[in-house]
């Protein structure tokens, strides 16, 4: 059971619009810590798509976009690719008694 | 730019001790969060802890009471121990930098590299 909590799967059709989120508590996101996405394809390192909540790193395509609010997060990724089916994660800091980083627990985007 | 590149067994016996390292080229070591992080198979990413240029160090709470992050900054390596292991923690290990606080994102990432623990 993770800290923080993804939809298991969501899906698409090329060129729409989908949503991911991550729900955490007053412990992690709810306490202000940033949110970060990761894009993991199967064999490879994960990839960067978001830090602090709504940024973009350099190369990243303006199609994928971040948001927060209160004790929740989302991942919103527009004009949806086939390149774009992966495994979308993610990651906060939990400041709870055992204070630590938090993954959520994933989330598998299927293009149809 | 910085790589991270791990090395290390791709196969321990269970009850024993897994190590690894963590290289860390075309950058410094000092200054930066350094991250472990695995995915068993078929599960999602799992936090196992970093370690401060500085040595300071924070473990996953369900891993900590097995769990070693050591730095050689002259080297410009981390490693990890991960001792009494089980098929449990067979898994693909990366590790990862963060940047100057514990909470900011991995931006770079090794390659992985795959565990097996069997006898």
């Known amino acids: 059971q993770s800290v923080l909590t993804q939809p298991p799967s969501v899906s698409g059709a090329p060129g729409q619009r989908v949503t991911i989120s991550c729900t955490g508590s007053s412990s992690n996101i709810g306490a202000g810590y940033d949110v970060h996405w990761y894009q993991h394809l199967p064999g490879t390192a994960p990839k960067l798509l978001i830090f602090?909540?709504?940024y973009r790193p350099s190369g990243v395509p303006d199609r994928f976009s971040g948001s927060k609010s209160g004790t929740s997060a989302s991942l919103a990724i527009t004009g949806l690719q086939a390149e774009d089916e992966a495994d979308y994660y993610c990651q906060s800091y939990d400041s709870s008694l055992s204070a630590s980083v938090v993954f959520g627990g994933g989330t598998k985007l299927t293009v149809l | 730019q910085v790589q991270l590149q791990e090395s290390g067994p791709g196969l321990v016996k269970p009850s024993e001790t897994l190590s690894l390292t963590c290289t860390v080229s075309g950058g410094s070591i000092s200054r930066y969060y350094w991250s472990w992080i695995r995915q068993p198979p078929g599960k999602g990413l799992e936090y196992i802890g970093y370690i401060y240029y500085s040595g300071s160090t924070n473990f996953n709470p369900s891993l900590k009471s097995r769990v070693t992050i050591s730095i050689d900054t002259p080297k410009k390596q981390f490693s990890l121990k991960l001792n009494s292991v089980t098929a449990a923690d067979t898994a693909v290990y990366y590790c990862a930098r963060g940047d100057s606080n514990p909470f900011d994102a991995f931006a770079i990432w090794g390659q992985g590299t795959g565990v097996t623990v069997s006898s």
């Open positions: 602090a909540n709504n």
